[in-house]
């Protein structure tokens, strides 16, 4: 594996190998601090390309003023030998002078799937998020990116981007990796302290809940959205943020006269100064009754 940090470095490496090789590349763009989650994309990507490169990028447009970027966990060596030993090809790591060396005076905003849930929390995080993928995926022009739903919201937006501004690139969405007791893998789960962390698993079992009364015939999203919220509240530590159910990928409110492909339920709980987010999604034509 070939570890680089400049953009010009990448391009020449990137070049060389696709004329060696004559195959895709596969890109998973990541914050860093992996985990078996990450491992999870690097293994999709070697099954589908010839190429595989990673990026880790700690990336300050997507971290509001209050937000935890200067505390973000970062093991850059240790994320190498990961990479390394997953069978990376080339490993991306620029500093944030190589990334914006002068201020950025574009924007790149994904209205309305961009608004909701996170987006309302976390005002200015997608468009940190949809600036820096495309400016990774102009970077690297790759033919397959890799991105976990733990995140499906972030999917949702970098979906649309995409398709708005004939991206060349295929986005491929890899389910979200679990602990042993549910918890949904993830960086900031370091942050939990022991009491926080036994209680955070509460997330994946109201998720769990809701999709069995889905499956139960339970269709309104009020009573959905009440079932998970409430026995998330269970938990003393929890602090909820959001709990919605809404059409996925549009992330538009559930019309009653209309049977969406997919629905999320969504949530966002903070635990102490953590905040953790998980969802469901649900395919709707798959279930014995539809909303
Ligand atoms: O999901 C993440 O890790 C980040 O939001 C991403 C996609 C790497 C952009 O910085």
């Known amino acids: 594996m070939e570890t680089i940090r400049t953009i010009q470095g ?3 490496k990137l070049a060389g190998l696709r004329r060696e090789r004559e195959t895709t590349v596969g890109f998973m763009p990541t914050l860093g601090y992996m985990h078996e989650g990450h491992l999870s994309l690097i293994r999709a990507a070697k099954a589908q390309d010839g190429i595989v490169v ?12 209050n937000e935890d970027f200067a505390k973000y966990p ?15 090809d080339v490993a991306f790591v620029p500093d944030v002078e190589e990334m914006y060396p002068t201020p950025m005076r574009t924007k790149v905003s994904v209205s309305e799937v961009s608004e909701r849930l ?18 990774l995926f102009n970077i690297v022009q790759p033919d397959h990116a890799y991105f976990g739903l733990k995140d499906a919201q972030q999917v949702a937006v970098i979906e649309q981007m995409v398709h708005d501004l004939n991206v060349p690139v295929k986005i491929v969405p890899c389910p979200t990796l679990r602990e042993s007791d549910g918890l949904a893998m993830s960086s900031r789960n ?13 997330l994946n079992r109201a998720l769990a809940e809701a999709e069995e009364a889905l499956q139960n015939g339970e269709v309104r999203p ?9 026995r998330i509240s269970e938990a003393s530590l929890s602090d ?8 996925y990928p549009s992330l538009t409110p559930l019309d009653p006269q209309v049977t969406p492909k997919q629905l999320i339920v969504a949530v966002a709980v903070r635990f102490g ?17 539809h909303v």
Do not use: W
């Not at 370091?190 to 509460?202: F, G, N």
């Open 74 to 88: 970062r093991d850059t060596a240790r994320d190498l030998k990961m990479a390394e030993e997953a069978g990376v």
């Open 10 to 12: 990448l391009r020449s």
């Open 190 to 202: 370091v942050y939990l302290s022991p009491e926080e962390r036994s209680q955070a698993p509460i």
């Open 273 to 289: 100064k953590t905040r953790l987010i998980d969802n469901r999604i649900l395919d709707l034509e798959r279930m014995p009754s």
């Open 54 to 65: 990673l990026s880790i990028f700690v990336n300050p447009l997507q971290f509001g003023p």
């Open 222 to 230: 009020e009573q959905l959205r009440q079932l998970v919220a409430n």
């Open 118 to 135: 996170c987006g309302a929390s976390r005002p200015g995080h997608f468009d940190g998020v949809a600036a820096v993928v495309l400016k």
């Open 240 to 247: 909820i943020d959001y709990v919605e159910v809404m059409q």
